[in-house]
């Protein structure tokens, strides 16, 4: 069993940044795959960003490429999403998941509660 708590979410200026973090306890996020979605307001959730256990990362949508970076940090037990140059439309809660391959992400094995992102324009 992984329990997984996301922080740093919060009310930004649109060109501004974040870092969101994503703890987890039970078993070391060093087995796992880890990825962050996100899901506005009447919208459906989104994949943002993967890191394999090796650390390859991969971005899923192209608007976030060159502003978030996904990282790990498995001696703490982290993983992070940095955000810069946020904008309205990344307005969301932002989830962390953690999933054993080679099960698909649309339907990971642990899902953390989500922290909300507001971008000010």
């Known amino acids: 069993q992984v329990q997984l708590v996301e922080s740093g979410g919060g009310l930004v200026q649109a060109g501004g940044s974040l870092r969101l973090s994503c703890a987890a306890s039970g078993r070391t996020v060093g087995s796992y795959a880890m990825a962050w979605f996100r899901q506005g307001t009447g919208k459906e959730r989104e994949i943002v960003a993967t890191?394999?256990?090796?650390?390859?990362?991969?971005y899923w949508i192209d608007s976030v490429k060159g502003r978030f970076t996904i990282s790990r940090d498995n001696a703490k037990n982290t993983v992070y999403l940095q955000m810069n140059r946020l904008k309205p439309e990344d307005t969301a809660v932002y989830y962390c998941?953690?999933?054993?391959?080679?099960?698909?992400?649309?339907?990971?094995?642990?899902w953390g509660q989500g922290t909300q992102v507001t971008v000010s324009s």
């Open positions: 998941a953690a999933n054993q391959p080679p099960r698909s992400w649309s339907n990971p094995n642990y």
């Open positions: 890191i394999n256990r090796s650390g390859f990362t991969t």
